[in-house]
């Protein structure tokens, strides 16, 4: 499993299962934006908008669009 920035095991298993989601879907940048935004409301979870993890999502994905929406 890939370490994500999120701060226990589970999260980085919840973010890696987001990254699988999305590469199966073919999700934008905007769609994945908006998972991590939705995850981060979740107790628990408030670090999946940090910086950290989304530019390790985004660059994990191969995206190209722009990183900030």
Known sequence: MT???MFTDSGNALI???VEGAKEENLTWPEVY???SE???V?????AMDTDVRENVY???AFETDFYI
Do not use: C, P
């Open 43 to 47: 107790n628990g979870f408030a670090e």
């Open 59 to 61: 660059s994990t994905l």
């Open 16 to 18: 890696h299962g987001v």
């Open 39 to 41: 995850i981060s409301q």
């Open 34 to 36: 908006k998972l991590l």
């Open 3 to 5: 370490d994500y920035s």
